[in-house]
């Protein structure tokens, strides 16, 4: 039995059972019973084709003939036969559908009190509004409580596909599409030792999720894939949900990520910045070429825009770049960031100005790291 | 002239073999002969060429894919570019096969050299249009390439907005060149419609028909009525990209879902052009190998029309998760389910068809039974599909990839093979190792089944379609998946080798190799190019009964119980009442 399968002990992390499973591991209110409507429509399939198969096998053993031998029967049709094969299937498609379009139901009818997560998609990366002017491209939700994402995309059409939870929604530009799941597994936390000893090893750039298979707070999570092609990046258009057992957990979570820590400095927290929120992207800071200009060497360097006239990338620039980024674009760049208007607090764009002139020797010089003013504004 | 193994005392019927002057290959020589030519069977062999060389093209590009999908980040693309390298060339097999290889595939390059022999004709009805419709294509597929590899392309060959109305590459020469192509499929499909209805020699009723017209007919309704449909999405498409008129794009008060459900409104039925002409074939193939009468001939007949019409109502499918309400969504899969049935109809009758027969197992035959167990495989996968709950997790993954993997390679690519392998001495008039193509089906099926096969488990393990790269937890199945393309690609490299080492070195074809009782084995091998002198006497396509094995010249023949033939009564030499006197 295929389904015994899923009860098997844990060979791969925590996005599969085993091995030799068919499925990731179920970690939502749908997943059994989509597993199950899986495995049943796959018997059934079973049950025509090993008998299809067989009779091929079989007639070709047994009636294999030398040429030149006639066919034992010439029938030429049996109408009570052929419409008791063109009817009966009909009843197990009948079921199929049934059982399908029931459950699909389901899973479009949001239960109420769903807690509400406002979800962004973009060129390439995603955005979760917790609100209060809270953004993570990690998904963080309560473990037994409906979540529902109210979903938008900036740009082109996106996917949302979380394959421990079985479900999916394409996120369309122009419009709100959504999705619910209740999430039946919490995430375990890894040890302080362990995520402590992946922080020094993983270093100051993109986490790396693949690798170490839990979040920089130390959480295992579950995939998050875009399955809407989308252009270049589309396959690293992934991000990780993360179950929380309790709500002060997942608030402790919100409360962390939701503006720089006092102990840090802007240009370390705009470095974070970088790597999170999508800039990484399309945008090196090594001097190669991506979708947009490198940060390297950008700030206070002079720029042509695509109308002709000359810029000098500074601060002023820059954050206007951030808020409005289809209205100074750079001569041989298309015009395709989106706009960080609301999603960017003054001190988050403050962070990643401060951060840019880290990697460029244009300039006034950056101030040294001592500057006690710099590091103070938010408090 | 009867053998040893023919019953004494019968007559044989035996067209013989063609005179060079009389040879359609020969008749005429020279590029120019062949540049202008009118004939149906010489434009299906340009078709089959032009058709062979774009699946080497798209096959190669897919071997490609394979191979830097043999690595999690990816192994043949590099650097800054790779993605975009990967994306050019996802897109541009995809667009090649799809428009350039499948859907012409078997109505164009059989169907043209078929059609008129099978009904007894000299040629298709309008054989300009036939022509046209050939250098239609050509442009189409020059304007189409050159576009792809101008600036290339990166839009999947879906051309979702708002991706293809914002993206820098050549949309706009690409959609061009589909559109060309359009309107050769349109030619291809009324020509054969006026052929079938209006050239039937006297005695073809519609249901002594071969099979293969019944389904060419109903491909070429699909052709006629669907095609418009995207020339009319891709012109919208253009008029969006170059003057923002707003019905696609959001950004000008457009809806994306829009395009999809134009867009899907032609192509779901394509699928069916391009599945539709691999039932005819195989039909016609399982019965004749099987030297027995067709089961169910009406049936089979009746559920390539159904699946012909119904073929126009599961659109909505492909657009599940899209954002439809859910009510459009469950009346969508419901109609989705009716269409499986006319499908399951033709796979039982193809084996009640060989139950009792007198099978040889040649290779046509042996392509034609890892159709029926491909496409079954196939065809049931799609069940996983149209339930809705458990398509929620399985769109756009690799299970998706697999299934229509197997319905359009293993479907169509297996029939259209099997085809040319069952129909090649007729074109060419040579025979080819049958060792050689039994071998090369043996590859076909086993690489095939190693490539896709282990998709399945892919996509239900949750990887998402149309990555350059992907997570490590993926890697072995898709190291698996790409031994077995590389196995499929020597497979099909086998099949072109015996075919194109036949040309020189084969036996000479008799006119009915294989025991065939449709009209097309009753002219030599390679036909004249007039076909046939007179219309030829139509009898049962499927009657077997006087074909029998000529062992000394290893041919079919048809028989005729000898016959003495009477003197005719001579009329009385005096007029009966001459003698008045009783």
Not at chain 1, 334 to 361: E, F, N, R
């Amino acid at each position: 039995m295929f389904a015994l399968m899923n009860n098997m002990p844990n060979l791969l992390g925590d996005q599969f059972a085993s091995k030799f499973t068919w499925f990731p591991k179920q970690a939502s209110t749908f997943a059994a019973e989509n597993d199950w409507l899986f495995f049943f429509i796959t018997w059934i399939c079973v049950l025509f084709f090993v008998p299809i198969a067989g009779c091929l096998f079989y007639f070709c053993w047994k009636y294999g003939k030398p040429k030149g031998q006639k066919a034992e029967s010439n029938t030429a049709h049996n109408t009570p036969l052929e419409l008791a094969w063109s009817i009966l299937p009909s009843f197990f498609l009948v079921a199929m559908f049934v059982m399908g379009a029931r459950s699909y139901l389901n899973q479009r009818t949001v239960p109420e009190g769903a807690n509400n997560i406002g979800l962004k998609a973009f060129k390439w990366g995603w955005t979760m509004d917790y609100g209060k002017g809270v953004m993570n491209p990690e998904l963080h939700i309560l473990v037994n409580e409906p979540t529902k994402l109210s979903m938008r995309s900036s740009d082109v059409i996106h996917s949302v596909f979380v394959p421990a939870f079985r479900a999916k929604k394409d996120v369309v530009p122009g419009r709100y599409n959504y999705m619910w799941f209740e999430a039946d597994v919490a995430s375990e936390q890894v040890s302080k030792e362990e995520l402590e000893q992946a922080i020094i090893e993983n270093g100051d750039g993109v986490w790396d999720y693949d690798k170490w298979q839990f979040t920089q707070d130390g959480y295992k999570f579950f995939d998050l894939y875009c399955t809407e092609y989308c252009g270049k990046n589309h396959s690293v258009m992934q991000t990780v949900v993360v179950v929380h057992e309790t709500v002060e957990d997942l608030d402790a979570w919100i409360e962390k990520v939701s503006k720089r820590p006092v102990d840090q400095t802007p240009e370390a927290w705009g470095e974070k910045l970088y790597n999170q929120r999508g800039c990484a992207g399309c945008h090196s800071i090594d001097g190669s070429k991506r979708v947009g200009p490198s940060f390297k060497e950008s700030y206070g360097n002079k720029r042509t825009l695509t109308d002709g006239d000359p810029i000098t990338a500074d601060e002023d620039y820059i954050r206007n770049s951030i808020l409005y980024p289809k209205k100074q674009i750079v001569a041989g760049y298309q015009p395709v960031m989106p706009s960080y208007q609301g999603q960017l607090s003054d001190d988050d764009i403050a962070s990643i100005i401060a951060y840019l002139k880290t990697v460029s020797d244009y300039g006034p010089k950056a101030a040294p790291k001592t500057d006690k003013e710099e590091t103070s504004t938010e408090e | 002239m009867s053998a040893g193994s023919l019953p004494s005392g019968s007559q044989v019927k035996d067209p013989g073999y063609p005179t060079p002057s009389e040879n359609y290959l020969t008749n005429s020589k020279g590029v120019l002969s062949w540049i202008f030519t009118l004939d149906h069977k010489r434009i299906g062999v340009m078709y089959l060429v032009g058709v062979t060389v774009a699946f080497a093209v798209a096959g190669l590009l897919a071997l490609l894919i394979r191979l830097h999908l043999f690595q999690p980040d990816g192994m043949v693309f590099q650097g800054e570019e790779a993605n975009n390298w990967y994306n050019q060339v996802f897109t541009l097999h995809g667009a090649i096969m799809v428009f350039l290889f499948i859907i012409p595939s078997v109505p164009a390059a059989l169907g043209n050299f078929l059609v008129p022999v099978m009904l007894g004709a000299k040629d298709v009805a309008f054989p300009r249009l036939n022509l046209c419709s050939f250098y239609l294509w050509v442009f189409g597929a020059l304007f189409f390439v050159s576009a792809l590899c101008a600036s290339g392309l990166d839009t999947g060959w879906t051309f979702y907005t708002p991706y293809s109305t914002t993206t820098d590459s050549s949309v706009i020469l690409a959609t061009s060149g589909a559109f060309i192509l359009g309107f050769s499929s349109i030619f291809t499909g009324l020509n054969f419609i006026v052929t079938i209805n209006t050239m039937r020699p006297p005695g073809m009723t519609w249901f002594r028909m071969p099979l293969f017209l019944w389904a060419t007919y109903a491909t070429s309704i699909i052709q006629v009525l669907a095609t418009p449909v995207l020339g009319i999405t891709l012109l919208l498409l253009i008029a969006e990209r170059t003057m923002h008129i707003g019905i696609f794009d959001p950004e000008y008060n457009g809806d994306p879902v829009t395009f999809q459900h134009f867009f899907w409104f032609y192509s779901h039925p394509a699928v069916y052009i391009m599945i539709l002409p691999a039932f005819g074939i195989i039909s016609d193939l399982i019965s004749v190998h099987s030297h027995k009468r067709i089961f169910g001939y009406r049936f089979i007949a009746y559920s390539s029309i159904a699946i012909a019409l119904l073929g126009f109502l599961v659109w909505g499918h492909h657009m599940f998760t899209a954002g439809m309400s859910s009510l459009t969504t469950i009346i969508f899969s419901a109609l989705t389910f009716t269409v499986s049935v006319p499908s399951a109809i033709k796979v039982f009758n193809w084996l009640a068809t060989m139950y009792k027969g007198s099978i040889s197992l040649t290779t046509p035959m042996c392509y034609a039974l890892a159709f029926i167990f491909l496409f079954t495989i196939g065809g049931l996968t799609g069940l996983h599909l149209g339930t809705l709950a458990t398509d929620m997790h399985l769109h756009d993954t690799y299970f998706v990839v697999a299934h229509f993997h197997y319905v359009m390679v293993g479907g169509t690519l297996v029939a259209f093979l099997g085809g040319v392998f069952h129909w090649w001495p007729k074109m060419f008039g040579k025979m080819y190792s049958e060792a050689g193509g039994r071998l090369s089906a043996l590859l076909v099926f086993a690489g095939f089944n190693l490539t896709f096969l282990p998709q399945f488990v892919l996509g239900s393990r949750g990887m998402p379609r149309r990555y350059a790269t992907y997570d490590p937890e993926f890697a072995a199945l898709h190291q698996m998946s790409t031994w077995g393309s590389m196995l499929l690609g020597f497979g099909l490299l086998v099949a072109l080798v015996v075919l194109l080492r036949s040309l020189k070195t084969g036996k000479r074809a008799p006119a009915n190799p294989w025991g065939a009782a449709t009209l097309e084995w009753e002219c030599t091998s390679p036909p004249p190019f007039y076909n046939f002198e007179r219309a030829p006497s139509v009898g049962d396509p499927y009657d077997f009964s006087n074909l029998e094995w000529d062992a000394e010249n290893e041919r079919y023949v048809k028989i005729e119980p000898a016959r003495e033939i009477v003197p005719e009564e001579q009329p009385a030499a005096e007029p009966v009442h001459a003698d008045d006197s009783k």
